[in-house]
């Protein structure tokens, strides 16, 4: 019977399962091609607080709420990035640790923890795409409509006055029959 001792695991999958503490069955095969069964008893741990990476030899030295996290060190908060999450993202990100990428369009300015855009006078919309439809302003309109009332009254005015005219300028009637065709 042959005793294998590994010393140090870094990552144990199966296909794609994470395998933790437990006992498994498994086969390993020595440089002749011979096929070895055993079971064997595997121990995981977390890193102790505050440490990060394989063997947690790493110490995390995160500022502003960050968490430290086995795998990569600190986990920023929406808003920061780098190694101690002490630098804000880059124009054009946000989120935590500035992954996102904003997609503010026209001017519009990202929000460095929410992604949301801050958009420029005429525009709206998620990305700053749509345009703002601009409201006729009341005084406007009130030009508009009493153009429209001051050219009415002046037709009438024309109107009245060839009427009035009409009314004043005596009728010259030639006969009698003329004067006839007048009153039909």
């Given at each position: 019977?042959?005793?294998?001792?590994?010393?140090?695991?870094?990552?144990?999958?199966?296909?794609?399962?994470q395998i933790?503490?437990?006992?498994?069955?498994?086969?390993?095969?020595?440089?002749?091609?011979?096929?070895?069964?055993?079971?064997?008893?595997?121990?995981?741990?977390?890193?102790?607080?505050?440490?990060?990476?394989?063997?947690?030899?790493?110490?995390?030295?995160?500022?502003?709420?960050?968490?430290?996290?086995?795998?990569?060190?600190?986990?920023?908060?929406?808003?920061?990035?780098?190694?101690?999450?002490?630098?804000?993202?880059?124009?054009?990100?946000?989120?935590?640790?500035?992954?996102?990428?904003?997609?503010?369009?026209?001017?519009?300015?990202?929000?460095?923890?929410?992604?949301?855009?801050?958009c420029t006078?005429?525009?709206?919309?998620?990305?700053?795409?749509?345009?703002?439809?601009?409201?006729?302003?009341?005084?406007?309109?009130?030009?508009?409509?009493?153009?429209?009332?001051?050219?009415?009254?002046?037709?009438?005015?024309?109107?009245?006055?060839?009427?009035?005219?009409?009314?004043?300028?005596?009728?010259?009637?030639t006969s009698?029959?003329?004067?006839?065709?007048?009153?039909?």
């Open positions: 019977e042959m005793m294998y001792h590994i010393p140090l695991v870094i990552d144990v999958k199966n296909g794609d399962q933790t503490t437990g006992t498994y069955s498994c086969e390993v095969i020595d440089i002749d091609g011979n096929t070895h069964s055993g079971i064997y008893n595997l121990s995981t741990h977390e890193c102790p607080p505050g440490m990060w990476g394989v063997l947690c030899s790493f110490k995390c030295l995160c500022s502003d709420n960050a968490t430290c996290e086995r795998e990569s060190g600190c986990l920023c908060i929406a808003g920061l990035m780098g190694n101690t999450c002490s630098e804000a993202c880059d124009s054009g990100y946000y989120g935590r640790n500035c992954t996102g990428e904003c997609i503010c369009k026209n001017g519009g300015l990202c929000d460095s923890i929410t992604g949301n855009c801050n006078e005429g525009w709206q919309g998620p990305g700053c795409t749509d345009e703002v439809n601009q409201a006729t302003p009341a005084w406007l309109i009130f030009v508009y409509a009493g153009g429209g009332a001051l050219a009415a009254l002046a037709v009438i005015g024309v109107l009245l006055m060839i009427y009035s005219r009409r009314m004043r300028t005596p009728m010259i009637y009698a029959t003329e004067r006839l065709r007048m009153l039909e």
